[in-house]
């Protein structure tokens, strides 16, 4: 059982992709706080210093899919 949780931000003329991968439940919860909590502190900094497009966060887990666009 491998959760994944993908990250895309879109900023100014740059792509970035970043993809966590781990095995287990508990680790997906963890990771999952961890994502949210972080782009919610991070992004009106991040905005201010650099235009950011879109940020788009997805979460895979089993048959479970979320997606978070900020």
């Known amino acids: 059982m491998i959760c994944e949780i993908n990250i895309r931000i879109s900023a100014s003329f740059t ?4 993809t966590l991968s781990h095995k287990g439940a508990k680790m997906y919860s963890f990771l999952r706080k ?3 909590f972080t782009i919610m502190t991070i ?3 991040t ?3 650099v ?6 966060v ?8 979320e997606v978070h666009n900020y």
């Open 47 to 49: 905005t201010s210093l």
């Open 34 to 36: 961890l994502v949210i």
């Open 51 to 56: 235009h950011v497009d879109k940020i788009e």
């Open 15 to 18: 792509l970035f992709d970043v």
């Open 58 to 65: 997805q979460f895979n887990y089993i048959n479970k899919q």
């Open 43 to 45: 992004y009106p900094i």
